[in-house]
């Protein structure tokens, strides 16, 4: 079992940046994928990118690669977000989440993953 507790998300002007950070509890913090995702009003819930366990490697959507970096700290038991170059299209929920068995760290698809935060609204104003 994993609880995940997201934070720093906020209202930030297009262009700016933000850091998100999700501490988890729990066995076995340094063994999961961990992914971010996000979910706009109306919309469905949408991946944003991945890190595996060891952070040796990183995966991220189209729509922000280049602007965003995921990061971990297995001795904190946290994973981060940058969030550069701000845009209004990315204002939504996001939620980072933790599963093991993705086959891929390219997998999308949410049901992937087996734990989630209750998210954090990031708000960017054009």
């Known amino acids: 079992q994993v609880q995940l507790v997201e934070s720093g998300g906020g209202l930030v002007q297009a262009g700016d940046s933000l850091r998100l950070s999700c501490a988890a509890s729990?066995?076995?913090?340094?063994?999961?994928?961990m992914g971010w995702f996000r979910q706009a009003p109306g919309k469905e819930r949408e991946f944003v990118g991945a890190i595996a366990w060891n952070a040796d490697r990183t995966y991220y959507a189209d729509s922000v690669k280049g602007r965003f970096t995921i990061s971990r700290d297995n001795a904190k038991n946290t994973v981060y977000l940058q969030m550069n170059s701000l845009k209004p299209e990315d204002t939504a929920v996001y939620y980072c989440?933790?599963?093991?068995?993705?086959?891929?760290?390219?997998?999308?698809?949410?049901?992937?993953?087996?734990?989630w935060g209750q998210g954090t609204q990031v708000t960017v104003s054009s």
């Open positions: 989440a933790a599963g093991r068995y993705l086959g891929a760290i390219s997998n999308m698809n949410p049901r992937a993953y087996a734990y």
């Open positions: 729990g066995r076995s913090f340094s063994s999961y994928t």
